[in-house]
């Protein structure tokens, strides 16, 4: 059974800096693009970072250009998503998805989804 695992989520203050990881099961990694997407509340899903299977392309939604980074650890089976400088409106539940071709940040191009974290900042 494919599964993703997110955690590291939580409350954070302003200006925190935390980092998800999301576990793979059932599946290898290495041949999959992982996007991370968040959904805040009353809005839609958004991609906000893909990292491709090898990991020598990242994509980045302006929102979080600078301040967020995607990375891969194939031989953990898992992606890393750092946040910085944490925002207000950065709060929202975060997903990876893994899709088994190039970097999307679309919903409809991602497969297996993880339940998501919830990452609250907030003083």
């Known amino acids: 059974q494919l599964q993703l695992v997110e955690s590291g989520g939580g409350l954070v203050q302003p200006g925190g800096s935390p980092r998800l990881s999301c576990a793979a099961s059932g599946f290898t990694l290495d041949y999959h693009s992982i996007g991370w997407f968040r959904q805040a509340p009353g809005k839609e899903r958004e991609g906000i970072s893909c990292?491709?299977?090898?990991?020598?392309?990242?994509i980045y939604v302006d929102s979080v250009k600078g301040r967020f980074t995607i990375s891969r650890d194939n031989a953990k089976n898992a992606v890393y998503l750092q946040m910085t400088s944490l925002k207000p409106d950065d709060t929202a539940v975060y997903y990876c998805a893994a899709e088994p071709g190039a970097c999307s940040r679309y919903v409809w191009d991602f497969h297996s989804w993880g339940q998501g974290a919830q990452v609250t900042v907030s003083s």
């Open positions: 990292i491709t299977g090898s990991g020598d392309s990242t």
